[in-house]
């Protein structure tokens, strides 16, 4: 059974950090690429940053280019989001997901999500 994991979220203030940690198991994580999406208060889902299998290349949405890096750790199974100088419309749960199809491919199963709040 596929199982992702996130952790790390919280309540920040404006221009600060947080780093999100997304914990997979149930399948072969260095196979696959995967991504991040959050979901703002009454809004839809938003693609946030893809990373391929290697981790060799990234994507990201324009909204978060150059304050968001996401990377993984293959031996640990494990996903990671780095958010820098973050503003108050970052705020939002934010889920980790498995992408078929490489880094510009289709995210397939998402986990539950983890809370940021970055409000002052």
């Known amino acids: 059974e596929v199982q992702l994991v996130e952790s790390g979220g919280g309540l920040v203030q404006p221009g600060g950090s947080l780093r999100l940690s997304c914990a997979a198991s149930?399948?072969?994580?260095?196979?696959?690429?995967m991504s991040w999406v959050r979901q703002a208060p009454g809004k839809g889902l938003e693609w946030v940053s893809s990373?391929?299998?290697?981790?060799?290349?990234?994507r990201y949405a324009d909204s978060v280019k150059g304050r968001f890096t996401i990377s993984r750790d293959n031996a640990k199974n494990t996903l990671y989001l780095h958010m820098n100088s973050l503003k108050p419309e970052d705020t939002g749960v934010y889920s980790c997901?498995?992408?078929?199809?490489?880094?510009?491919?289709?995210?397939?199963?998402w986990g539950q999500g983890t809370q940021v709040t970055v409000s002052s």
């Open positions: 149930g399948f072969f994580f260095s196979t696959f690429a």
């Open positions: 990373i391929s299998k290697s981790g060799s290349s990234t």
């Open positions: 997901a498995k992408r078929n199809g490489g880094v510009d491919g289709r995210d397939v199963y």
